[in-house]
T-cell receptor, first 113, second 111 residues
């Protein structure tokens, strides 16, 4: 299994541009998550999904959108990039919320200039 | 404020034991976790403990949970230079499907 994969690894955006961060898992996990990690800070939950077709907001959803059309994929969309969205973005998946842990992707480093 | 709090930095000499501490506020968590993050990488699970346990040992790692004080600790015996990383404490909740992370403790191991 490849686990959780994320693309791209790095990206530089100009203010106002849009992009989609891709996340795919091949472990048939129902739960998927998007986090952002700012320097010296812990992970903040942006959005999560408990299964295909179901998504919900986390702590910091503003400026982002998600969709979950399949079990495997959970893309994160930035519509109008702002400098405050400069961060490292991690996607994670888990088979269940409490009986197992989360498996993390390698992260996407995004800079908005 | 943060629901899960950790000290930000710990320096330890190679061969000594490290103890990383974490406090949390929500006692309804079902599992508590320790993750390790090396530079430029994602988080990797080190160990976890079910909330009705008070201790778990896994090779060089010992997790202690004090539910009364809402305090979790991770002890690393015989700390090595490869243990230098950021360590995150986290808790999960059955009813939410969410995980709550602390800000991480930077551990630096010196020769």
């Amino acid at each position: 299994n490849a686990g959780v994969t994320q693309t791209p690894k790095f990206r530089i955006l100009k203010i106002g541009q849009s992009m989609t961060l891709q996340c795919t898992q091949d472990m048939n996990h129902n739960y998927m998550y998007w986090y952002r990690q700012d320097p010296g800070m812990g992970l903040k939950l942006i959005y999560y999904s408990v299964g295909a077709g179901i998504t919900d907001k986390g702590e910091v959803p503003n400026g982002y959108n998600v969709s979950r059309s399949t079990t495997e994929d959970f893309p994160l969309r930035l519509e109008l990039a702002a400098p405050s969205q400069t961060s490292v973005y991690f996607c994670a998946s888990s088979p269940a919320p409490d009986r197992d842990t989360q498996y993390f992707g390698p992260g996407t480093r995004l800079t908005v200039l | 404020g943060e629901d899960v709090e950790q000290s930000l930095f710990l320096s330890v000499r190679e061969g000594d034991s490290s103890v990383i501490n974490c406090t949390y506020t929500d006692s309804s968590s079902t599992y508590l976790y320790w993750y390790k993050q090396e530079p430029g990488a994602g988080l990797q699970l080190l160990t976890y403990i079910f909330s009705n346990m008070d201790m778990k040992q896994d090779q060089r790692l010992t997790v202690l949970l004090n539910k009364k004080d809402k305090h979790l600790s991770l002890r690393i015996a015989d700390t090595q230079t490869g243990d230098s990383a950021i360590y995150f404490c986290a808790e999960s909740f059955e009813s939410w499907g969410k995980f709550q992370f602390g800000a991480g403790t930077q551990v630096v191991v010196t020769p």
